[in-house]
């Protein structure tokens, strides 16, 4: 059964991740590329674009341009027998999905060598392998956890800074409580630390945009919608098959980098 099945009479069908892979990616990527995080400086024309539904080579040209994902959608594409910008891959990477089981393992480990080996010591390679072989998959919260060095600061005492770091960064998904202006209180779970795991505490309130001069990335956000949210932004609508995805993939991903115990598991930035 598909989110369309699933989807309450209220919604509006714009509310649906579109059939346009590259559009679905830029729906997520342009959060971080606004703050100057990764990607091509075109934040703006990127919003433009994914707001007004304006797919097509332009679009395509932006979105290759983020070198940090789109090893991942090769992949999964790959893997899959599809495009890289196919919207099967695309909402792999970012929500998850039975689609990725057949990308971990030793195809994912291969992919990452080729990657990463040059750029790291023996021993950081080790614990990157070490946690695809826990069972770490090309979604994009495994980069987040287990290729960026948040988490090894974390386990050496700072906390505070990091652990903000790997929530905001992380695709996550919340349910719209009010909204005011262009922005929306949406309760979400937050990552913790107890000294040893990561985890996810309980529900509380944050307030995150949803539009920018009249421009959104998820084209309808009412109260009582559940949302994906990467960084300060609401990306998308999701029903009900999506929302599980993503708690799943959330869960499978944490459980990985949680079962490896040494400091690190990588020490690269993109």
């Not at 202006?181 to 309980?202: C, K, Q, Y």
Request: glycine fraction near 10%.
């Amino acid at each position: 059964m598909t989110d369309t099945q699933h989807r309450p009479p209220s919604a509006h069908p714009e509310a649906l991740p579109p059939e346009d892979g590259a559009l679905l990616f830029g729906r997520y990527a342009f959060p971080p590329n606004d703050l100057g995080y990764c990607g091509p400086d075109r934040a703006d024309e990127l919003l433009d674009r994914v707001s007004s539904g304006a797919s097509g080579p332009g679009l395509e040209e932006v979105v290759r341009a983020f070198e940090g994902a789109w090893p991942y959608l090769e992949l999964i594409g790959e893997c899959l027998g599809r495009a890289p910008l196919d919207p099967v891959v695309v909402e792999a990477y970012w929500l998850g999905g039975p689609a990725l089981d057949r990308c971990g393992g030793a195809v994912f480990a291969r992919s990452l060598e080729e990657r990463f080996r040059p750029r790291l010591t023996r021993l950081e390679f080790e614990r990157l392998v070490a946690a695809v072989a826990a069972g770490g998959t090309p979604h994009h919260n495994f980069h987040v956890f287990a290729v960026y060095p948040w988490v090894g600061l974390i386990r050496n005492g700072h906390v505070d800074g990091p652990l903000t770091v790997l929530d905001q960064c992380r695709i996550r998904c919340g349910q719209v409580l009010s909204i005011e202006g262009d922005t929306a209180l949406v309760e979400s779970r937050h990552l913790t630390w107890d000294g040893r795991t990561m985890s996810l505490a309980p529900p509380t309130a944050e307030t995150a945009r949803f539009r920018r001069d009249g421009r959104s990335l998820a084209p309808t956000v009412k109260p009582g919608d559940h949302v994906t949210l990467h960084w300060n932004w609401i990306c998308d609508w999701v029903g009900p098959m999506r929302l599980t995805r993503l708690r799943n993939a959330t869960a499978h991903e944490l459980a990985a980098v949680n079962s490896c115990t040494y400091s690190a598991p990588a020490a690269v930035l993109s």
